[in-house]
T-cell receptor, first 112, second 108 residues
Framework: DAGVTQSPTHLIKTRGQQVTLRCSPKSGHDTVSWYQQALGQGPQFIFQ???????QRGNFPDRFSGHQFPNYSSELNVNALLLGDSALYLCASSSDLQETQYFGPGTRLLVL | EDKVVQSPLSLVVHEGDTVTLNCSYE??????LLWYKQEKKAPTFLFML????IEKKSGRLSSILDKKELSSILNITATQTGDSAIYLCAVDDYKLSFGAGTTVTVRA
């Protein structure tokens, strides 16, 4: 049973560029949440997708957007990258029947 | 704004010691409290607590929730070097709000 997978594992971008991160949820899960974890901090909630709609959003600017596909996989897009966007981006999946969120290995983004 | 505070921020113990980690919270719509262990990247799920006073146990790890005091503790007994990690507390109020974590270092 495959767990949550994310790609790529590492990414280096320059300021002003755009990035797309990808996530495939655990089998049987239909809800995907994205988190940003800066060094030395706990993960911060970005948004959650369910039934291809953004269900809830944290305190992040509109530069952060996402999408969920019919197969429940999801993308996180960040436009106009800033140095402060450098972080570990974590995807977590869950289902409405079992609420516990399970995390993927993350994508480490470095913005230069 | 939702708030989750963990203490201590870090600690160093020797193998065989017992560790107690604390988590306190202020959230609007509490559904559950979760503990995760983070070693390199992905936080791995340890416990989910929804009811006050009920202890969840898994081997040497245990956790209990006090909804009256809005807090939880995570205990690790007979620590091993493999317990070295960041322990994250999160509260589910229809999204996960995390504390900053407690870094535990277990020395041989």
């Amino acid at each position: 049973d495959a767990g949550v997978t994310q790609s790529p594992t590492h990414l280096i971008k320059t300021r002003g560029q755009q990035v797309t991160l990808r996530c495939s949820p655990k089998s049987g899960h239909d809800t995907v949440s994205w988190y940003q974890q800066a060094l030395g901090q706990g993960p911060q909630f970005i948004f959650q997708y369910y039934e291809e709609e953004e269900r809830q959003r944290g305190n992040f600017p509109d530069r952060f957007s996402g999408h969920q596909f019919p197969n429940y996989s999801s993308e996180l897009n960040v436009n106009a990258l800033l140095l402060g966007d450098s972080a570990l981006y974590l995807c977590a999946s869950s289902s409405d029947l079992q609420e516990t969120q399970y995390f993927g290995p993350g994508t480490r983004l470095l913005v230069l | 704004e939702d708030k989750v505070v963990q203490s201590p921020l870090s600690l160093v113990v020797h193998e065989g010691d017992t560790v107690t980690l604390n988590c306190s919270y202020e959230v609007t719509n509490f559904r559950s409290l979760l503990w995760y262990k983070q070693e390199k990247k992905a936080p791995t799920f340890l416990f989910m607590l929804t009811s006050s006073g009920i202890e969840k146990k898994s081997g040497r790890l245990s956790s209990i929730l006090d909804k009256k005091e809005l807090s939880s503790i995570l205990n690790i007994t007979a620590t091993q070097t493999g317990d070295s990690a960041i322990y994250l507390c999160a509260v589910d109020d229809y999204k996960l709000s995390f504390g900053a974590g407690t870094t535990v270092t277990v020395r041989a």
